[in-house]
């Protein structure tokens, strides 16, 4: 029974988090956008206390409920190990805490989160991946499915359908986001739950609360036959009946697996703080099953295993340790480093898909983007500084954004973060679907009102690429045309004669940096007029 | 039958259901190529005769030289194009020949070119398809389109050019092409600085050119300027831009009400060839409600019939063109002027008043789709553009104010339509208006002006500030 429910709030859970994903259109955000906004990181950056309490006190509670129910990753792992041989059959078995690499992992992240290396945070946050995962495997073939729906629908005269360009947003985040997937399904596959119990920060964090909850499956040793059937069915492979018919409730993600096979009612899940002042309580760790005991929460609890040097096994996990923390650096600086070559490799993934032409139509070059002194960031963001800080790369904004602006930087410092750039759109002003959907605070809401108000850069002109500056018409102002606040005025190149050609300039007071004028500039592959970001944005 | 009908059996006939179901679904896949009109004219006229076969063309006399033209002359701009090995657009001879030949079958004799149609290739074409008949089967009429240069060799070489393309030592109507732009002061310059028109009148008077003409777009004082011309040089005909549309409502700087022109023709006596009598196509494919009231006056008539039926009714009038693509357009038309029924003055009324008047309040670009000013330098998609927006409004779905019933299921359905019909980059929002195309519009359509006004109707849709 217990199962069963978990199993079908897990499938609406998991469900609904990739609909948000899919759903270019934004639509569904208004009645599931609290299904990523009670996802676990989004919301410890988005300093969303409320949630952040209540995921805590639900695993102080009920365990690590959240690990099988909320997070899409997290059932997503149970997915695929239902299809792997050892889950249909059963054949896990339990081993040992893989500690050094579990904490040496969550000391990163807690480095990285505070050092406001979000890029390596979103790499191994469980939500950030999926969501990257969704994004570029699974959204292009929903969006070619909604193209060929648009299509059939207009033959039948119906535009209840739009058309969705399908582009590669960001070749270093599609190769981590097929890297990510690739590990995640041979983990689960071979052995359940690796991934939460040895490397996602967030299972970790959980973890520390999780081993102290009030419910959660309890062993009857009397009427346990040792017939290791709940063992063999735990993904989490923290079930030890050898070792003493302990769980340990650290990994143990509430999957309600074991209590279904239990042939001889010796499991169950129940009310048990009392058991667990006389079992398996901080305060008496058990030395001699060494692995499944942390001690005191958080930081304590590392340096304890740290500094867990009178232990036989030290050497080995000091190396191991080393090993394990020396590769998790290796990969993390590899794959950027391999990021960092392949972002010198553009324009490459930056060319807009060729377009049909019959004959009649001239070429189109496609649109490069510019340097930028300082990136731009979403309207609602406040700063880059503040933008970087709170995303969680999870491309939920991306997905949304309509115009084709927002795109993972390949900036290392904020690699998979967004950005905003201009080759395909530029930033409409009617348009702020990115700030209704973001999670973690880092584009807040805001509305088109307000958008017109707020400066999250300037446009600057290269008079030698203006076609009118540099002689190629005589008239174009298409910048100016398009301007929605009305910032560029067309001046007389030769301000004494009445008859000379008119070139734009830029009313800095008045520029919102939206890219309207980048975007529609007629010069190619390079725009004369380009947008930089501000550091702080500010009211215009 | 037997209910029992064994799995074989069964399989069988779905197979042969499946297999009806996949001819009706090619049927129904064929049938949007052919036209409307193509359709209509399939309908034989009331008493089941077809006057395809029965009828007789109407031929009109020229009270100038006693030529009898048909009614129905056969505008030879139009043609279809193939690519040849080099990728080149070549002109399809095979079918020139075909629908030449079936046109002078049925009467029609009058034939209508220029040096610049098709991409300089018509002449040619129709002196091939033509120089297979008898020199006094047909009338062959070709222009002087010296627009690029005033200079007299150009118009020498046009003018030579012409004989041998045509294959002929003689032609029937020559025309003065296209004046109207810059009035007498331009006529002056393409051809009385030069002497172009004292050797024109020469060639008349020595029968290689037997009658003697112009084609005219413009506006009023540029037309009278050409009247007070007819004292002086004596047209032997006048080929204008006249349909039920124009008649009235002409816009009066790019063109004239024809009701004016033809007044003006008429007290003259001068012998007037019908251009544009569809009104470059529009005419044949109106809107919703338009083809509505024609239809609901006779449902057996094509859209296009109304319009030659409107200008074949005018006696003044010698000849009609058409730019007959297809074969259903040729036949449709002949059904039209072989025994040639006339409008009656309450018909008349309806094409230039009723029908004109609801046509007055679709405002869609005069565009007919003809790419001349294709490629843009931009990118641009202008033709696709403009059939985008007229078809919205044709077809009375255009969002015009927030105030509109359902505004805001035909604001999405243009948006969406917009951006499937035109790639992004090639929307209007892109126009610089570097004029390039201005020259190239036959219709003169102000192309970066209308491009500016569909972007900014685009842009306030997309801000909900319409």
């Known amino acids: ?81 239902n299809l792997s041989k050892k889950g249909k059959k059963g054949k896990y078995s339990y081993s040992k805490e893989l500690k050094w690499l579990r904490y040496g992992v969550f000391a990163l992240f807690v480095i990285a989160l505070i050092a406001g290396l979000n890029s390596l945070v979103a790499l191994l946050a469980p939500y950030s991946a999926w ?52 590990a995640i399904v041979i983990l689960a596959w071979k052995n359940g739950r690796t991934y939460c119990n040895t490397i996602c920060p967030v299972g970790t964090t959980l973890s520390f609360f999780s081993r102290f909850a009030m419910f959660r499956p309890v062993i009857d040793a009397s009427k346990c036959k040792s017939c290791h059937l709940c063992e063999h069915k735990c993904k989490a492979a923290c079930i030890d009946i050898d070792g003493g018919k302990k769980i340990d409730y650290s990994r143990c993600v509430d999957c309600f697996n074991c209590i279904e096979s239990c042939r001889f009612d010796a499991l169950k899940y129940g009310f048990s703080w009392k058991k667990s002042h006389t079992s398996s309580t ?18 304590a609890s590392l340096q304890n295993n740290t500094l867990a040097s009178e232990n036989p096994s030290a050497p080995v996990d000091k190396t191991r340790r080393a090993f394990m923390i020396g590769s998790a650096l290796a990969l993390g600086g590899s794959a950027l480093s391999s990021v960092k070559a392949l972002a010198q490799t553009e324009p490459a993934d930056d060319t807009p898909v060729e377009i049909e032409g019959e004959g009649g139509f001239a070429d189109i070059i496609p649109k490069v983007a510019p340097k930028r002194t300082v990136s731009i960031t979403p309207f609602g963001s406040e700063s880059v500084k503040s933008f970087y800080s709170h995303c969680t790369a999870c491309q939920l904004c991306v997905a949304v954004c309509p115009n084709n602006v927002l795109r993972p930087s390949k900036d290392l410092k904020h690699l998979m973060q967004p950005e905003m750039s201009f080759e395909r759109g530029y930033c409409r002003p009617e348009c702020v679907k990115c700030s209704e959907v973001c999670p973690a ?51 007389r190149k030769e301000p004494n004669n009445p008859r000379s050609v008119r070139i734009p300039s830029v009313d800095e007071s008045k520029c919102i940096g939206c890219g309207a004028c980048e975007n529609l500039c007629p010069s190619r592959p390079i725009s004369a007029i380009t947008v930089d970001g501000y550091q702080i944005h500010h009211n215009a | 039958m037997s209910k029992n009908i064994n799995r074989r059996e069964f399989l069988k006939k779905t197979g042969e259901g499946a297999a009806l179901a996949g001819a009706v679904a090619m049927a129904g896949a064929c049938a949007p190529k052919k036209t409307a009109e193509a359709v209509a004219g399939a309908v034989v006229s009331g008493d089941g005769t077809d006057p395809l076969e029965t009828g007789k063309m109407e031929l009109r006399t020229n009270p100038g030289n006693g030529d009898k033209v048909s009614l129905l002359g056969y505008g030879c701009m139009r043609f279809t194009m193939k690519k040849d090995s080099n990728g080149k657009d070549i002109v399809d001879q095979d079918n020139v020949n075909n629908l030449i030949d079936y046109a002078l079958a049925h009467g ?90 004292d050797f024109l009148l020469a060639e008349r008077e020595k029968g290689k050119i037997r009658q003697l003409g112009l084609s005219f777009h413009g506006d009023k004082p540029s037309f009278d300027d050409m009247m007070e011309l007819h004292d002086k040089y004596h047209w032997d005909f006048v080929q204008i831009q006249m349909n039920y549309y124009d008649w009235k409502h002409a816009d009066g700087v790019r063109n004239v009400n024809a009701e004016y022109l033809y007044a003006e023709l008429d007290k003259r006596e001068i012998p007037i060839v019908i251009m544009e009598p569809l009104q470059g196509g529009r005419l044949a494919k109106p809107a919703d409600s338009v083809v509505n009231r024609l239809k609901e006056k006779d449902p057996q008539a094509s859209l296009a019939s109304w319009a030659f039926r409107f200008v074949g009714s005018y006696p003044r009038v010698l000849s009609v063109l058409s730019g007959m693509v297809y074969m259903e357009h040729l036949q449709d038309n002949l059904r039209t002027y072989m025994d040639f029924k006339p409008l009656t003055e309450e018909e008349k009324i309806f094409l230039d008043t009723d029908i004109a008047d609801i046509m007055a309040n679709y405002p869609t670009i005069e565009c007919n789709d003809c790419k001349y000013c294709m490629p843009c330098p931009y990118g641009i998609d202008i033709p696709g553009i403009f059939m985008h927006y007229n078809n919205s409004v044709n077809r009375g779905i255009q969002p015009r104010n927030k105030e509109q019933e359902d505004y805001e299921k035909l604001r999405k ?46 842009e306030k ?4 500030t319409l």
């Not at chain 1, 969303?48 to 805590?56: D, E, S, Y």
């Not at chain 1, 070619?144 to 119906?158: M, R």
């Not at chain 1, 400066?455 to 301007?483: Q, S, Y």
């Not at chain 2, 849709?461 to 909900?464: A, D, E, S, V």
């Open chain 1, 1 to 81: 029974m217990l199962k069963k429910i978990r199993v079908i709030l897990a499938v609406l859970f998991f469900v609904a988090v990739t609909l948000l994903f899919l759903d270019f259109t934004g639509a569904i955000h208004h009645w599931l956008g609290w299904v990523a906004k009670i996802q676990f990181l989004p919301a410890v950056l988005a300093l969303n206390l409320v949630v952040i309490i209540a995921l805590l006190v639900l695993t102080i509670l009920f365990g690590r409920i959240y690990c099988s129910v909320i997070c899409p990753l997290g059932v997503f792992q149970d997915g695929v190990a």
């Open chain 1, 131 to 182: 969501g990257r995962i969704v994004q570029n495997f699974l959204a292009p073939v929903w969006q070619w499915g909604n193209n060929l729906f648009a299509s059939i629908a207009e033959k039948h005269e119906s535009y209840a359908f739009y058309t969705k360009e399908v582009w590669l947003k960001s070749l270093p985040t599609f190769i981590i986001a097929a890297v990510t997937l690739v």
């Open chain 1, 282 to 299: 901080p305060l008496h760790p058990q030395r001699g099953t060494e692995g499944r005991t942390p001690q005191t929460p958080c930081v």
């Open chain 1, 441 to 491: 605070g880092a584009i807040l809401k805001i509305t088109p009102e307000e958008k017109t108000q707020w400066k999250v850069g300037t446009a600057k002109i290269a008079p030698w690429l203006c076609l009118v500056d540099n002689g190629t018409v005589e008239e174009c102002g298409n910048c100016a045309r398009h301007c929605p606040t009305g910032a560029i005025q067309m001046v």
């Open chain 2, 108 to 197: 029609v004799n009058y034939f209508d070119t220029a040096p610049v149609y098709l991409q300089g290739q018509s002449e040619k074409a129709v002196g091939i398809a033509l120089s297979r008949h008898p020199r006094n089967s047909y009338y062959i009429a070709t222009k002087m389109s010296n627009f690029q240069s005033n200079d007299r060799k150009v118009a020498m070489q046009l003018y030579n050019n012409a004989f041998k393309n045509l294959q002929v030592d003689y032609i029937d109507y020559y025309l003065l092409h296209s004046l109207g732009r810059g009035g007498a002061d331009g006529f002056k310059a393409r051809f009385e600085d030069n002497g172009v028109m």
């Open chain 2, 413 to 458: 359905a243009y948006l969406v339509s917009y951006d499937r019909a035109i790639p992004t980059l090639r929307q209007a929002s892109h126009c610089v208006g570097c004029k390039q195309c201005i020259p190239k519009c036959p219709q003169s359509i102000p192309i970066p002006r209308e491009l500016r006004r569909l972007d900014a109707y685009v």
């Open chain 2, 461 to 464: 849709l997309k801000q909900g």
